[in-house]
Nanobody, 116 residues
Framework: QVQLEESGGGLVQPGGSLRISCAAS????????MGWYRRTPDTLREMVAR???????VYADAVKGRFTISTDNMKNTLYLQMNSLKPEDTAVYYC??????????WGRGTQVTVSS
């Protein structure tokens, strides 16, 4: 089973950039579909971006063209590069690992706040 730990969240001004990371341990990282999700006090957890084990990516419409998901299999790390950040991107961001719909793991989340 895989364990996940997010890092890199923080406060950023509107229009700014931030990169958050998710370190994975405990299993073969490259076998999983990895994803970033986010949740606010007013919304359910929603998918932000996903990347499959063969490198295909999917993005939520709200972040297309601004966010980029990537992996470093040598470091067992998932990244989310966030550019042109907006106040509505403020949320707790969670890392997810999905093994063929059979098994899922979640990190504890990292807070991203976009505010001037």
């Amino acid at each position: 089973q895989v364990q996940l730990e997010e890092s890199g969240g923080g406060l950023v001004q509107p229009g700014g950039s931030l990169r958050i990371s998710c370190a994975a341990s405990g299993d073969t990282f490259s076998l999983y579909t990895m994803g970033w999700y986010r949740r606010t006090p007013d919304t359910l957890r929603e998918m932000v971006a996903r990347i499959t084990d063969d490198g295909r990516t999917v993005y939520a419409d709200a972040v297309k063209g601004r966010f980029t998901i990537s992996t470093d299999n040598m470091k067992n790390t998932l990244y989310l590069q966030m550019n042109s950040l907006k106040p509505e991107d403020t949320a707790v961001y969670y890392c997810n690992a999905d093994y063929r719909g059979i098994y899922q793991a979640w990190g504890r989340g990292t807070q991203v706040t976009v505010s001037s």
